[in-house]
């Protein structure tokens, strides 16, 4: 009887290779089937060896290339058949990857599951914006929610966002006006700033600021498409000279200590 092989749930990060993890990095080179989403980069897929067989599940806005439920059937099905299927992801596999339904399916199944963390969007994000999403100043709360949840405008959001508090937004470019409204019918002043992230962590990135109010101009003007994210609080207002100084003052303890 044929040997069932295991299902890798990986994260692939936010797109640049070089923030794969080790363990990611070595199942990449030796991977025999890639399952992989659409915001894996070429660069990272280029990793796995000439040998491996690529099967694309793309999802986008109202369209999957596969349904959720036929994506954890292939999954099992190829590891049934003795494969080890590396299932590549964008950020965090258990981060709005749906990580947790494939496990839970292939549990089920009888199929062994190994979870790879993957740096997530959120974070990937916020480093290369160089916004701390939390900071003793301004925030030590952060909330992460999905700008795209069927029954937007039926959710609470209120306590979310506000002084003390950073909201990172995933999915969220084509509902910017309707999370804008959200927010402030919630209670969430319009004057709070926000940053946008557009391709983060990779060469092409965008970042753009302004203010929750403006947030859909802001998006329609720059014309922001996606992979990205949205940010929501005091953090993304701190300027380069905050930096500059929060980086002097770090260097000045070192001199002491």
Known sequence: MEKTGTIYLVGAGPGDPDLLTLRAARLLETAELVVHDGLVSREILAMAPATAEFISVAKQRARHTLPQDDINALLIRE?????DVIRLKGGDPLVFGRGGEEAEDARAAGVPVVIVPGISAANGAAAAAQIALTHRDASSIVSFVAGQCKGLSDQDWSGLAGKGRTLVIYMG???APQIAEKLMADGLAPDVPVAVIENAARPEMRVVRGLLAGLPQLV??????????????DVTARDDHSIANTAAKAQETQAVT
């Open 220 to 233: 329609t003007a720059h014309k922001v498409k996606s992979p990205a994210l949205i940010v929501i609080g």
């Open 173 to 175: 470019v084509k509902t």
């Open 79 to 83: 590891a049934k058949k003795g494969r």
